[in-house]
Nanobody, 116 residues
């Protein structure tokens, strides 16, 4: 199982970034997939989960209305579109296989910095 995040970088407040998670060693279509983030000195914050079927995606209140999670089963990738970025969105962002309460693999992360 391998998860590789990309797309992080520096953005200005109000700007956008699109994170991608390339999965290998398994098929994402059979798993819920999540994004989590960790700011310096803070704990892990679960920000979004996309399920296999049925349920609508989960979004933390801190990102609801600004971030959109999606999956491309054909490309075995999960993306996180981040709009209206705020300085408090600065963190290391991780792609995770599973949900906040049932997960087993995490990528190395990609850094997002929001600053003017």
């Amino acid at each position: 199982v391998q998860l590789v995040e990309s797309g992080g970088g520096l953005a200005q407040p109000g700007g956008s970034l699109r994170l991608a998670c390339a999965a290998s060693g398994f098929t994402i279509s059979t798993y819920p997939m999540s994004w989590a983030r960790q700011a310096p000195g803070e704990g892990l914050e679960w920000i979004s989960t996309v399920y296999t079927i049925g349920n609508s995606p989960f979004y933390a209140d801190s990102v609801k209305g600004r971030f959109t999670i999606s999956r491309d089963n054909a490309k075995n990738t999960v993306t996180l579109q981040m709009n209206s970025l705020k300085p408090e969105d600065t963190a290391q962002y991780y792609c995770v296989r599973g949900t906040p309460i049932d997960n087993d693999s995490r990528g190395q992360g990609t850094q997002v910095t929001v600053s003017s």
